[in-house]
């Protein structure tokens, strides 16, 4: 399945009705333990707060997003979801692989708070390479190679 990388922000999320449709899709398939605040709430939130939105983007929907926000040199990856009816096909891993990879175009760290971690996002960023910092606080992906070229 060729997924590409979509960064969406405030703008197209206002503006752009089917961006602001498949976003909202992708987290009302979420488990509801997921998201802090009902999904409409919790996208303006997350933009409020300077966040973005980088969705896996395949025949012109968006399958799946993870909200992103931007520190200096540090990308906050949380809220990660797929629609369901794609789940286990690969959506999740391309996506946070295309994240790591323009993080680190931007000379930036990818890093998870653990906090917002289901048990099967732990076993999935551990198999992209990703490691729990000494302190336990975050997962964090030092080097695109320890994902084994994942495509």
């Known amino acids: 399945m060729p997924v590409t990388l979509q960064e969406i922000d ?6 752009e009705v ?13 488990p509801a333990e997921r998201l802090p605040a009902p999904v409409e709430r919790f ?14 983007l ?13 520190e200096t040199r540090v990308w906050w990856l949380s809220h990660f ?4 009816e794609t789940r286990h096909r690969g959506v999740g891993s391309r996506l946070l692989t295309l994240i790591a990879e323009r993080a680190h175009e931007e000379s930036c760290m990818p890093r998870v708070p653990t906090s917002v ?4 996002d732990q076993l999935l960023l551990t198999r992209l390479g990703y490691h729990p910092a000494a302190d336990g606080t975050y997962y964090e992906l030092h080097s695109l ?3 084994g070229g994942r495509r």
């Open 81 to 84: 979801c797929v629609r369901t």
């Open 58 to 70: 395949f025949n012109a929907r968006r399958l799946g997003a993870v909200a992103v926000r931007r």
């Open 117 to 120: 971690l289901m048990m099967g």
């Open 43 to 56: 996208i303006d939130d997350h933009f409020t707060q300077g966040g973005t939105f980088c969705c896996a």
């Open 18 to 30: 089917q961006v602001a449709q498949d976003l909202t899709r992708i987290y009302r398939d979420a």
């Open 145 to 147: 190679a320890s994902q």
């Open 10 to 15: 405030r703008a197209q999320w206002e503006q």
